[in-house]
């Protein structure tokens, strides 16, 4: 499993991707004309302070595809050799930040079974570092599995 170079692991974990973004404009394209088409009808027959009420629905819906889109660019990159662990974090915005353990006193912590408030924890030292937050239960319970082997791989060979 190491590499020539002595990583043991290299992966880099991301959130779900949402829809493509052209599928996401044609649903927010269809919620609009349907918007319209409600907001004609009641402006037609003189109830016109419902149509802002659409209009908004709209204008949110946008933002919350936005939003996804945006929060999507998130990303963990997980390296392991023999000397280090480093989980290197990129937010969709601004400075990531990294986080260097000694693989020799990590120990990887998740509930078993997985569900959606399971969260998995690295700790050295008495700190903890919550990973893959925004990974699927059971996505975080295969990375655990993998992670805690490649530690165990790790220990038991040397450089």
């Known amino acids: 499993m190491a590499s020539e170079n002595g990583v043991i692991l290299d992966k880099v974990l991301r959130p779900s991707a949402p829809l493509r973004p052209a599928i996401l404009v044609a649903i927010l394209c269809l919620v609009a004309a349907v918007n319209l088409a409600i907001a004609l009808y009641f402006v037609s027959r003189g109830a ?23 929060a999507a660019r998130r990303e963990e990159h997980v390296t392991l050799t023999h000397a280090t662990l480093r989980v290197a974090r990129r937010p969709p915005r601004g400075q990531g930040d990294e986080v260097r353990f000694n693989p020799y006193w990590v120990r990887v912590e998740m509930a078993e079974p997985p569900n959606h408030w399971s969260q998995l924890t690295l700790w050295s030292h008495g700190k903890g570092l919550k990973i893959g937050a925004f990974l699927a239960p059971e996505e975080r319970a295969s990375f655990a599995r993998l992670l805690k082997n490649a530690l165990r791989q790790a220990r038991e060979t040397t450089a």
């Open 48 to 70: 016109w302070p419902i149509a802002p009420f659409l209009g908004i629905d709209v204008a949110l819906l946008a933002w919350a595809f936005r939003a996804s889109l945006v």
